[in-house]
């Protein structure tokens, strides 16, 4: 079965950096696009960032660009965000996702992981 | 990036059909055919119910439908049912290589 597990989150202070992981199983993760997205406390879904693993290209939402940082290691099959410069209002589950096609639909979700930026 | 306009909420009794809009611009809904549509029920996980504004993936059950029209996206849920009330997300794809989300629908089965 095709599973996605994201690791990493915690409580960090404003300034600080985390790097979020996102185990993937049961599809061939080199030849797929991948994005995190993420869901303040009681508001909505918020695109944050996307990968074509094969070619490597990158893609980020304006209000991440510059600080965070998405990658892959085919070899291990995982994904990964690498968060610098926290605010409080990066707050938030973050979820990795699969997508159909790059930029497009999310038809696999991670359960997620917390991510609380405070003093 | 500012998100996709839905209607904070809808409700609809059993059996009635509802339908959740989406608005946005030429540079997002109205200029691609990459709109999708979401459901997630509290503490839950997104699932995702419409993809390329029409498509239905494997699993969904036919009572859900997707349109668009010029710059806005619909969904419509026929024959609604208790487990159908959750709150509802569209997305698109945005001009400039983004994907943008609406502020979400809740979704409320009288």
């Known amino acids: 079965e095709a599973q996605l597990l994201e690791s990493g989150g915690g409580l960090v202070q404003p300034g600080g950096s985390l790097r979020l992981s996102c185990a993937a199983s049961?599809?061939?993760?080199?030849?797929?696009?991948m994005s995190w997205v993420r869901q303040a406390p009681g508001k909505g879904l918020e695109w944050v960032s996307n990968i074509e693993i094969s070619r490597g290209r990158t893609y980020y939402a304006d209000t991440v660009k510059g600080r965070f940082t998405i990658s892959s290691d085919t070899s291990r099959n995982t994904l990964y965000l690498q968060m610098s410069s926290l605010r409080a209002e990066d707050t938030a589950v973050y979820y990795c996702?699969?997508?159909?096609?790059?930029?497009?639909?999310?038809?696999?979700w991670g359960q997620g992981t917390m991510v609380t930026v405070s003093a | 990036q500012s998100a996709l306009t839905q209607p904070a909420s809808v409700s609809g009794s059993p059996g009635q059909s509802i339908t959740i809009s989406c608005t946005g611009s030429s540079s997002d809904v109205g200029g691609y055919n990459h709109v999708s549509w979401y459901q997630q029920h509290p503490g839950k996980v997104p699932k995702l119910m419409i993809y390329?504004?029409?498509k239905r993936p494997s699993g969904v059950s036919t009572r859900f439908s997707g349109s668009k029209s010029d710059n806005t996206a619909s969904l419509t849920i026929s024959a609604l049912q208790a487990e159908d009330e959750a709150d509802y997300y569209c997305?698109?794809?945005?001009?400039?290589?983004?994907?943008?989300f609406g502020g979400g629908t809740k979704l409320t089965v009288l």
């Open positions: 049961g599809f061939t993760f080199s030849s797929s696009a």
């Open positions: 996702a699969k997508d159909i096609i790059v930029i497009d639909a999310l038809d696999m």
């Open positions: 390329d504004v029409i």
């Open positions: 997305s698109s794809y945005r001009r400039g290589d983004t994907l943008v």
